[in-house]
């Protein structure tokens, strides 16, 4: 089957190398076009002189279907011991492939388009809502303080900018409902833009407020709570606020 595939790719590779990277080809088709747009005899000679991309590609794949090189791939694989080989890694990437050209995860999929997108709304509209209220006669649209008080209970008490995530889970539930990948990379763009804005205002906190350098370290989660950044295998929660984009 694998030879099959390769000697299939290596046909596909000659005719596009006939068609789009022949000079000669061309030349033929069209004579008028020649006459117009003709090229000096040494640059025509290089020209056809020099291998392609598509040629190089044609000879490394035209080897590997050479059968000693196919032996050697079969041996390969089955040199070692049956779990030593880092088996379980190659059947989570097979199985994540699969799931992907499929669309979904057999059983859970429904679950997770749930919890990923009305769901998830519902939490950062609450997260948000939460953060308004807390902050009270303080909220600004801006970066720049102007309360007289630095609010550190209520929701503020577990993450560092709830509104900030209640707005980025409200736009990437909206991105899973609607199933649209651009919104869901500006979504991306918008997290990035929150996190540069954040440490602006968090700068302007820490000149305003003395207290406030003691309350970052206490809490450590700028966009996740604490008992979320706690699971999370990227993060360290012992670490302190500076750490990076997934606080």
Not at 7 to 34: D, G, I, K, W, Y
Not at 179 to 202: C, I, M, Q
Request: charged share 15%; aromatic share 8%; glycine share 8%.
């Amino acid at each position: 089957m694998m030879r099959l595939f390769l000697a299939l790719t290596v046909s596909m590779l000659t005719f596009t190398s006939v068609e789009s990277f022949s000079p000669l080809t061309r030349t033929l088709t069209n004579p008028m076009q020649t006459i117009q747009h003709s090229s000096p005899p040494s640059t025509l000679l290089f020209m056809s002189n020099a291998p392609s991309p598509i040629d190089e590609i044609k000879v490394k794949i035209t080897k590997i279907i050479e059968q000693d090189n196919l032996n050697s791939i079969l041996g390969n694989t089955l040199n070692g011991e049956f779990g030593t080989r880092g088996e379980a890694y190659v059947a989570a990437q097979v199985f994540l492939v699969l799931c992907i050209l499929f669309g979904g995860l057999p059983i859970l999929g429904d679950v997770l388009n749930l919890l990923c997108g009305p769901l998830l709304m519902i939490a950062g509209a609450a997260a948000a809502i939460l953060g308004v209220v807390d902050l009270g006669s303080s909220l600004s649209p801006w970066p720049v303080p102007t309360g007289d008080d630095l609010v550190t209970d209520g929701i503020y008490s577990q993450m560092r900018h709830p509104i900030y995530a209640g707005l980025l889970a409200i736009m990437a539930g909206f991105s899973v409902v609607t199933g649209s990948a651009p919104r869901l990379l500006l979504t991306a763009a918008l997290w990035y833009l929150l996190d540069l804005k954040s440490d602006y205002e968090e700068k302007q906190l820490v000149k305003e407020f003395a207290e406030y350098s003691s309350y970052r370290e206490a809490v450590p989660g700028k966009f996740f709570p604490q008992a979320i950044l706690a699971i999370l295998p990227w993060t360290d929660s012992d670490n302190d606020s500076n750490n990076g984009s997934f606080e």
